[in-house]
């Protein structure tokens, strides 16, 4: 079965019959995939909808379509890996299971370095793409502090239990651990083994435990 390419087209659409693409995608399309007009594509808002079309001359003809609602609510929220390809790496992989927002935590032992917005955008775009998914994950900007956590908190901690937790936003700390009295008292703790695991490998775990209970 041919490959049918899955692309991200921003909203709003309402007001379009075709869907316009961006160059960098027409480029990918035509020199790399060698795909031409009439060639079936399928598209997404990254808002949830999703829809089967056509490849025109820079633009998606219009096909069926329909709204795929969100699997899960998770926001991760982890103190960025000081490592961009790794920071890359957690990002798509995140974006691949679903997570509806990462968020980037200030720790005191952290490096407290994040990549550009548009950058970590554009690994989002092409995790979506790849994965063929309906929603882009939503990523904090710029570092965040403990009171800007809402809900139910659960900290991936050695020391927490062993229950995987139903709260919706998961913390996982920097390289060096965290401080000592850094955790807020009123939040829970998860332990995900006794290996001491690097930052992204602890995320993306604690999200696919998290995602398949």
């Known amino acids: ?28 399309l035509t020199k ?6 009439g060639n079936q594509v399928t598209y997404t808002d990254g808002l949830g909808r999703v829809g089967r079309g056509e490849l025109g001359h820079m633009t998606i003809e219009r096909g069926e379509e329909w709204f795929v609602e969100r699997e899960h609510e998770l ?42 917005p548009p950058k970590v955008f554009s690994w989002v775009l092409a995790a979506v793409e790849q994965s063929r998914g309906a929603w882009l994950m939503e990523v904090s900007t710029s ?8 809900g139910e908190v659960v900290v991936c901690d050695l020391d927490g239990g062993r229950s995987t937790p ?29 290996n001491v695991l690097r930052v992204e490998t602890a995320a993306i775990i604690a999200a696919a435990r998290v995602i398949g209970t």
């Open 166 to 194: 139903t709260a919706r936003t998961i913390v996982v700390g920097p390289e060096a651990g965290w401080a000592e009295g850094e955790i807020p008292e009123e939040h829970s703790r998860w332990s995900l083994g006794t």
């Open 1 to 28: 079965m041919k490959h049918v390419p899955h692309l991200v087209i921003g909203a709003p659409w309402e007001e379009e019959e075709d869907l316009s693409v961006s160059i960098v995608q027409w480029r990918h």
């Open 75 to 116: 926001d991760v929220t982890v103190a960025p890996p000081s490592n961009k390809d790794r920071q890359r790496f957690m990002v798509e992989k995140l974006s691949e299971l679903g997570v509806a927002r990462l968020q980037w935590l200030r720790t005191e032992l952290g490096k407290n370095r994040i990549q550009p």
């Open 32 to 37: 790399v995939l060698r795909m031409k007009r």
């Open 143 to 150: 570092l965040v502090g403990w009171d800007d956590l809402e």
